[in-house]
């Protein structure tokens, strides 16, 4: 889900964040595979990592992200369609 900024963060401005640990939102928004005004939404509420603010872009710490993922990830257990008939 390709999250569209009428803004768009120059790729290099991008990368250098990411080396210094830093992710921006829509970028979280593609990795959880939801709209970027979800992701929005759910920091208004307090439901994702602290973030930092510069100019009108919003950071995570990629440290943040992945306790997020680890967290909030499904746990799948694998089986067959046998083991729900028994």
Do not use: C, Q
């Not at 640990?21 to 602290?50: A, F, H, Q, W």
């Amino acid at each position: 889900m390709a999250n569209e900024n009428p803004n768009p963060l120059p790729e290099s401005v991008r990368a250098t964040f990411l080396g210094a640990g830093y992710i921006v939102e829509e970028d979280l928004s593609d990795l959880r595979n939801e709209k970027l005004e979800t992701t929005r939404i759910k920091r208004s509420r307090g439901e994702m990592p602290p973030h930092h603010k510069f100019g009108s872009r919003i950071f995570y710490r990629v440290e943040d992200v992945l306790t997020l993922v680890e967290h909030g990830a499904r746990k799948v257990r694998a089986g067959t369609a046998m083991d729900l008939l028994s």
